[in-house]
């Protein structure tokens, strides 16, 4: 007789055979392997973001100020001072006087501490964007 049931299926599937394969999977996923599955090519840009939640009773609540490491049509990297949630849909508004694109609505895929006053975010687009010219011009001069 099983003192405790277990009704969590969240802790089912980890339990599951599955998570092993998931681990080994996770360990297979290098930066390269990671560049090399994009759907998107991406341009390396520095332009100013700022970052604010997308509902739209907390977009007062928090702001904060990043910087992008690049860009593509399906997403983006930005780096910030203190870390993003992972799952969480953010509002991205890029400085127009850099880069001439839209209030931008995108989830956050990954952030990881860099050192301690930087994280790297990683944020999918909910719908691929048009590549601004400046973006163009970007990729030709590097």
């Given at each position: 007789?099983?003192?405790?049931?277990?009704?969590?299926?969240?802790?089912?599937?980890?339990?599951?055979?599955?998570?092993?394969?998931?681990?080994?999977?996770?360990?297979?996923n290098?930066?390269?392997?990671?560049?090399?599955?994009?759907?998107?090519?991406?341009?390396?840009?520095?332009?100013?973001?700022?970052?604010?939640?997308?509902?739209?009773?907390?977009?007062?609540?928090?702001?904060?100020?990043?910087?992008?490491?690049?860009?593509?049509?399906?997403?983006?990297?930005?780096?910030?001072p203190?870390?993003?949630?992972?799952?969480?849909?953010?509002?991205?508004?890029?400085?127009?006087?850099?880069?001439?694109?839209?209030?931008?609505?995108?989830?956050?895929?990954?952030?990881?501490?860099?050192?301690?006053?930087?994280?790297?975010?990683?944020?999918?687009?909910?719908?691929?964007?048009?590549?601004?010219?400046?973006?163009?011009?970007?990729?030709?001069?590097?």
């Amino acid at each position: 007789m099983e003192l405790f049931e277990n009704t969590d299926p969240i802790g089912d599937a980890l339990n599951d055979d599955n998570a092993f394969d998931l681990l080994q999977e996770l360990e297979r996923n290098t930066p390269d392997e990671i560049r090399r599955q994009r759907a998107h090519f991406r341009v390396a840009i520095k332009v100013h973001v700022t970052l604010q939640p997308a509902n739209a009773s907390q977009v007062l609540k928090f702001k904060m100020q990043g910087t992008t490491g690049d860009l593509s049509q399906g997403g983006c990297r930005i780096l910030f001072p203190l870390p993003v949630h992972v799952g969480d849909i953010y509002r991205l508004e890029f400085d127009r006087r850099q880069l001439d694109m839209p209030l931008t609505f995108a989830r956050c895929v990954r952030c990881h501490l860099l050192r301690e006053d930087a994280y790297e975010a990683g944020f999918a687009f909910f719908s691929p964007i048009a590549m601004p010219r400046t973006c163009a011009l970007a990729e030709h001069e590097s």
